[in-house]
T-cell receptor, first 111, second 118 residues
Framework: GDSVTQMEGPVTLSEEAFLTINCTYT??????LFWYVQYPGEGLQLLLK?????DKGSNKGFEATYRKETTSFHLEKGSVQVSDSAVYFC??????????FGTGTRLQVFP | DAGVIQSPRHEVTEMGQEVTLRCKPI?????LFWYRQTMMRGLELLIY????????DSGMPEDRFSAKMPNASFSTLKIQPSEPRDSAVYFC????????????????FGPGTRLTVL
């Protein structure tokens, strides 16, 4: 079945460092891909999305490009802030009702 | 809109007791999802509803868990009897129906209920 694999955390960075969180997927069709973020004590919220190959999703300085050839959707940010500390979830939807989530990657940013 | 509302935010109970978690989805949304989040297992989909009808409950761990959606604005997740291994954060989420096969379905999550079973 469809699945999402994320890099293990935690990812620990200093403020203004470059961030990459890897995400790869397995799907039989052409899924839509998402990154959700969970701040401490809160529910998940959509960060960005891409619905077809080569699309780039972006929001709040974060970017991810839908790479069909490598089945990847890596999250990047050029300069992280302490306020970016959160858990990041990669997810896919095979255009049905459900989302399939990865296990989440905790990001810790220190001043 | 106030977003997805869950209650209580925190629940502490003793093993064997009945626990009821409540969710109010965003008005107008067609889908409602119940998730469980633990350190060991991550985020698991328990059950979801479309227009108040349960569609897939294959994630419900066992018969001790049950969920209902009596109307479009309210759902409950009940655990009876509760066990320590049920301790987790339970999230409710809602979304609109897919418009087309190529569309996407952003899910809006509530703040969660942190359940501790002693």
């Amino acid at each position: 079945g469809d699945s999402v694999t994320q890099m293990e955390g935690p990812v620990t960075l200093s403020e203004e460092a470059f961030l990459t969180i890897n995400c790869t997927y397995t799907a039989t069709g052409y899924p839509s891909l998402f990154w959700y973020v969970q701040y401490p004590g809160e529910g998940l919220q959509l960060l960005l999305k891409a619905t077809k190959a080569d699309d780039k999703g972006s929001n709040k300085g974060f970017e991810a490009t839908y790479r069909k050839e490598t089945t990847s959707f890596h999250l990047e940010k050029g300069s992280v802030q302490v306020s970016d500390s959160a858990v990041y979830f990669c997810a896919l939807s095979d255009n049905t009702d459900k989302l399939i989530f990865g296990t989440g990657t905790r990001l810790q940013v220190f001043p | 809109d106030a977003g997805v509302i869950q209650s209580p935010r925190h629940e502490v109970t003793e093993m064997g007791q009945e626990v009821t978690l409540r969710c109010k989805p965003i008005s107008g949304h067609d889908y409602l999802f119940w998730y469980r989040q633990t350190m060991m297992r991550g985020l698991e989909l328990l059950i979801y509803f479309n227009n108040n009808v349960p569609i897939d409950d294959s994630g419900m761990p066992e018969d001790r868990f049950s969920a209902k959606m009596p109307n479009a604005s309210f759902s409950t997740l009940k655990i009876q009897p509760s066990e320590p291994r049920d301790s987790a954060v339970y999230f409710c989420a809602s979304s609109l129906m897919l418009i087309a096969a190529s569309s996407y379905n952003e899910q809006f999550f509530g703040p969660g209920t942190r359940l501790t079973v002693l």
